[in-house]
Structures are given as C-alpha cells and as structure tokens.
T-cell receptor
Framework: RKEVEQDPGPFNVPEGATVAFNCTYS??????FFWYRQDCRKEPKLLMS???SGNEDGRFTAQLNRASQYISLLIRDSKLSDSATYLC??????????FGTGTRLKVLA | EAGVAQSPRYKIIEKRQSVAFWCNPI?????LYWYQQILGQGPKLLIQ????????DSQLPKDRFSAERLKGVDSTLKIQPAKLEDSAVYLC???????????FGQGTRLTVV
C-alpha cells in the first residue's frame, strides 16, 4: 500500500461547481498534513495546511479524519484558475514529507 | 524573502554521462529535501538533510546518485552515470523546521537521451 494515495482524476467540472478530493495515508503516526497546488510545468506551492479541527481559506476547506486516515479538500464556486494538480502531503510520522501522485482538476467554462 | 534557488533550469545529457544540480535554500531553513518528479507522478523524496546531516536517503539510488550539503546551506545532487529513466524534474525544497511547510525551487528539468 502506498503511503499516500489519491485519485489521479482528471476531475472535469463546470465553473461554479463544488468539487471534493480525498487522500488516504497509511501511517497513523503522521502529524503534519498539507495540500499543495501544482500548475503545469511549475513547482508545487502550498495551498493550505490541514489542522485537526478542519480549516477554511476562502473557497477552500480542508478536513482531517484521523480515525479513517484521510484528508479532504473541498473547493466551492470553482474558477477557471483553479485548474491544476492538487497534491496531498503528509510527514508520514517521520518528518519526511511524502507526496501523493496528485489529483488533476480541470474547470470548464 | 528570497525563495529556493536552483540551477540549472534545464539540462540535456547523453546516457552514461554525469550531471550535477545545485540548490540554495531559503536563508535560515535547516531542513533541505531533494525530490524527483517524473511526468504524471507526484514528487518522490530522494534525500532529506537536517543542517548538514542526512536524515533520510532510503530512496536515493546510491549506486549512481549522491548528494551533499556542506556547511548546512547549499546542496548539490549528482548523478553518475545517468540512465534514460533518470529523465525527470529534480526539485529542491526547504523548511524552517521539520513540521512546517516546504517551499520549493523551480526545479531542474533533466532529459537523458
């Protein structure tokens, strides 16, 4: 089993739609969780950290479910500019940041 | 605040040649990572440094890859000899501590022909 697993997509959604991604992790000792965004041929950039109580940043909401060992990202009112690959990251309990394969999102006009 | 600097941006070499990549992390960041990202995949951790010591290099193909971080600042990653399957983007990242967000450089795109 991979340490971090994501559905690669692509998710094709119309503008204004709400879309959600899940990511599962295998190491129950994981402490730090992040969502990164990666545009085509660019480096990953932090979208948001994920906190135990869940957190929101504008149209983006991140949740952590420790019991089921998954994190989620919800994007409301999708914009064309949200089209990118979204990477799930955990520290795997050992302070080394492990990335998922990424979920591709394409927002359609 | 200056970001993570990497060079070169692009490199094309023939198989069996050697190549080196350079990374200068954000000032004050103790932890430095090298990742390999093959097209269509997520970044794969190759090696992690804490200051100038290696924390994890379990995924580094040590028969051909080497990395160092002298004086706990700049780092170099070397491949010798290169194989076709080494074609990828090599990303350097740094963090202030082992639990804070990682900042990435723009990466070096390596093509082995």
């Amino acid at each position: 089993r991979k340490e971090v697993e994501q559905d690669p997509g692509p998710f094709n959604v119309p503008e204004g739609a709400t879309v959600a991604f899940n990511c599962t992790y295998s190491n129950s000792a994981s402490q730090s969780f992040f969502w990164y965004r990666q545009d085509c041929r660019k480096e990953p950039k932090l979208l948001m950290s994920v906190y135990s109580s869940g957190n929101e940043d504008g149209r983006f909401t991140a949740q952590l479910n420790r019991a089921s060992q998954y994190i989620s990202l919800l994007i409301r009112d999708s914009k064309l500019s949200d089209s990118a690959t979204y990477l799930c990251v955990t520290d795997s309990g050992t302070y080394k940041y492990i990335f998922g394969t990424g979920t591709r999102l394409k927002v359609l006009a | 605040e200056a970001g993570v600097a990497q060079s070169p941006r692009y490199k094309i070499i023939e198989k069996r040649q050697s190549v080196a990549f350079w990374c200068n992390p954000i000032s004050g960041h103790a932890t430095l990572y090298w990742y390999q990202q093959i097209l269509g995949q997520g970044p794969k951790l190759l090696i992690q440094f804490q200051n100038n010591g290696v924390v994890d290099d379990s995924q580094l193909p040590k028969d051909r890859f080497s990395a160092e971080r002298l004086k706990g600042v700049d780092s170099t990653l070397k491949i010798q000899p290169a194989k076709l399957e080494d074609s990828a983007v090599y990303l350097c990242a740094s963090t202030r501590s082992r639990t804070t967000e990682a900042f990435f450089g723009q990466g070096t795109r390596l093509t082995v022909v």
